[in-house]
């Protein structure tokens, strides 16, 4: 609270935000925006929780991102999520088609 009084952004921890949105194991990730500006970094995650949806907002002075053990920059981390993104919406376009055939 101090932080806040003064201005100050303070970040919550993966941990801590699973146990206030009291969600035991299904949560999902929808989206996730990065932005960077000179002061801190935002990293802007839309969280679905059944029933609910949940904007988490994580400040931080610089994040780190992983794809298994292997750390990546930042362009790479983005030319990873787009890739993904592409991938899931080919899958998702395929399942669609083969759905309406039956």
Known sequence: MKDYQK???SSLDWSA????VNIPEAYQVMSA?????????????GVMGDPNYYTVRIHAER?????GER??????????????WEHFAQ???ATSAENQSL
């Open 71 to 84: 750390e990546l920059l930042l362009k790479d981390f983005q030319d990873f999520g787009d890739m993904y």
């Open 63 to 67: 994040f780190r991102f992983y794809v």
């Open 7 to 9: 201005g100050r952004l």
């Open 17 to 20: 935000f699973v146990s206030q």
């Open 91 to 93: 899958k998702s376009k």
């Open 33 to 45: 925006e990065l932005t960077n500006n000179q002061q801190f970094t935002v990293l802007e995650l």
